[in-house]
């Protein structure tokens, strides 16, 4: 059987190791627009020059050759026919496959400004092409405007101060990483980003860049009536699942591919796993996704069921956060909300109910793992008589009487 993976990123990979552990002699053919493999989650390591490019790479350089795995790099699908089952590649190739699995992710898209668009120093840091082109202009660039301060976007900040440029982040709302943290776990990271030279203007919005005459946006002007001058400008405004290639196919979509629970499209013998599906756009969520999809295509019937994504952890400047589930809930969801801080960490808990439904981790994460298990299945801890937050693995994990293995006991 030969099947075709459109995409080398985390669905993609593990659904090729998972083939070739499974069923070595599978034929598996790699379509990748990228000209390596990387691990999006470290192109700040790379911009940063803190590693090069095999550095930020998730797998063995040798990975294809010892798999037997042919990898298309450098190649852009640009169409399918399911009907013949051959995939349709920008250099004229007709690829054809017996299961095809696509994995594409998402691509940052650019707002409907005037000026953004057209200006030929924007750049996304969503991939290595990015983050490449993005470090060309480090070469000569001294101001450097960041549209966006999500994790991405302060990713790209802390590789740009790393380079030493001048970096002014615009953010539409109040806070910085406003989707993960609260206000307080916020400005921790602010301040530290703050001390490192990055400067922050919150709550305004881009309404326009000046474009010069080689085309370079060199001046971004602010709702507010601010200008900050760039010389190169990175968009980081949310990305959308890339699935263009195949709009002409009948696969149907949603603003994403839409997959059954078995992770296969609504035509047979196609799948597609990782952010292009829409279902959970984190990375372990995207390898279990194409392992999932792998089996499935080898003939098992398997369902993905874990579509819980509230889930991040970061580290800036060695201050680590893990951040789980509803963290800022609205009055009218009437949470209680408990916290508690000292000079090293602040620690936060959202129950509603007896249900956790939020977690805030500042500093030391170190045993915290059991609060995801806690809020995907709603354990209900008000029976439980301790403090909150002296809650630990041990009161929900035990051994197993059966077999002896240590698992959870609620």
Known sequence: MKIVIIG?????????????????????????????????????????????????????????????????????????EPDKKIVKTHDNQDISYDKLLIATGASYFI???????????????????????????????????????????MDAVAALLERGLKVTVIEMTADIMSLQLDKKSAQAYQQLFEKEGAEFILNDKV???????????????????????????????????????VEESEIKTNHAILVGDDLQ??????????????????????????????LNMLGENLRYDDRYALKNTMNFYGLTTLSLGNINPEDEEKCDIFTREDRNNYQKIVIRNGIIQGVIMQGNINGSGFWQYLIKNKIDVSGINKDIF???????YGINQENGEYNYAV
């Open 8 to 80: 080398a990123s985390a669905a993609g990979i593990s659904a090729a190791k998972t083939i070739k552990s499974t069923k070595p002699d599978t034929e598996i053919v790699i379509i990748s627009k990228e000209d390596r493999i990387h691990s999006r989650c470290m192109l700040h390591k790379f911009l940063g020059h803190e590693r090069d490019a095999q550095g930020i790479s998730f797998v063995n350089e040798d990975f294809f050759e010892k798999n037997n795995i042919t990898l298309l790099n450098n190649t852009t699908v640009i169409g399918l």
């Open 111 to 153: 707002p409907p400004i005037p000026g953004l668009r057209e200006s030929k120093n924007v750049y996304g840091f969503r991939d290595l092409k990015d983050a490449q082109l993005l470090d060309t202009e480090c070469l000569t660039a001294k101001n450097a405007v960041v549209i966006g301060a999500g994790l991405v976007g």
């Open 207 to 245: 309404v326009s860049v000046d474009v010069n005459a080689v085309g370079r946006g060199e001046m971004v002007h602010l709702a507010s009536g601010k200008a900050v001058p760039a010389d190169v400008i990175v968009i980081a405004a949310g990305v959308r699942p890339a699935f263009r290639f």
């Open 265 to 294: 499209t609504n035509i047979n013998g196609i799948y597609a796993a990782g952010d292009v599906n829409g279902i959970a756009g984190i990375w372990p969520n995207a390898m279990k996704q194409g392992k999932i999809a792998a």
């Open 390 to 396: 002296d809650l630990s693995f041990a009161d929900f």
